[in-house]
């Protein structure tokens, strides 16, 4: 079945700063979309974007589905948007949907 | 509140027990969808349930059940309990049966002890 891969595994932000996180998977996918864990442990829907480019204020994701990866960018972070980022697709018919391991955030005050 | 609804929020029963974790997902939404979330496993998909019936099926063990009731809240069952089955154990819904725009619950935290 796919695979799914995260890098990096975990990151450490200054409020304010710039971040991306990387998702790599080894199947064309025709469903890719990206979680967010907060702390509490909500999960939280962000984007689903089996290709191309989506932005949601802060947040903007990005899809090369010919190159088999998909892109997590964060700006001007905030300790809000610590947790844990996750990203998950599945292939063809198989309606399993695969998840990574995650990308641990901590944003610092 | 997210909509989806998960009871009991924790659990704790010892191995060899069977367990029964509810949903009631979002108004409106047709599918549920059932996950495990170890801390070495990360999440693990189980079953996906669309208006009562099975749409699709992951790693989920025979000592596992679950089922879509016609009011569309789903229950999973979880027998003969083993200590490896500690996890927190979610509920996710969605109008439709694509498999994406998931609203989660807050989970089901289960300890075996």
């Known amino acids: 079945g796919i695979q799914v891969e995260q890098s990096p595994p975990d990151l450490i932000l200054q409020e304010g700063a710039n971040s991306t996180l990387r998702c790599n998977f080894s199947d064309s996918v025709n469903n890719l979309q990206w979680f967010h864990q907060n702390p509490w442990g909500q999960l939280i829907n962000l984007f689903y974007i089996p290709s191309g480019t989506k932005q949601n204020g802060r947040l903007s994701a990005t899809t090369v589905a010919t190159e088999r990866y998909s892109l997590l960018y964060i700006s001007s972070s905030q300790t809000t948007d610590s947790g844990v980022y996750f990203c998950a697709a599945y292939a063809g018919n198989n309606r399993k949907l695969i998840w990574g391991l995650g990308t641990s955030l901590a944003v610092n005050p | 509140d997210s909509g989806v609804t998960q009871t009991p929020k924790h659990l704790i029963t010892a191995t060899g027990q069977r367990v029964t974790l509810r949903c009631s997902p979002r108004s409106g939404d047709l599918s549920v969808y059932w996950y495990q979330q170890s801390l070495d496993q990360g999440l693990q998909f189980l079953i996906q349930?669309?208006?009562?019936?099975?749409?699709a099926k992951g790693n989920i063990l025979e000592r596992f059940s679950a089922q879509q009731f016609p009011d569309l809240h789903s229950e999973l069952n979880l027998s003969s309990l083993e200590l490896g089955d500690s996890a927190l154990y979610f509920c996710?819904?969605?109008?439709?049966?694509?498999?994406?725009?998931?609203?989660f619950g807050s989970g089901t935290r289960l300890t075996v002890v």
């Open positions: 996710a819904s969605s109008v439709g049966d694509n498999n994406y725009g998931y609203t």
């Open positions: 349930y669309y208006n009562g019936e099975e749409r």
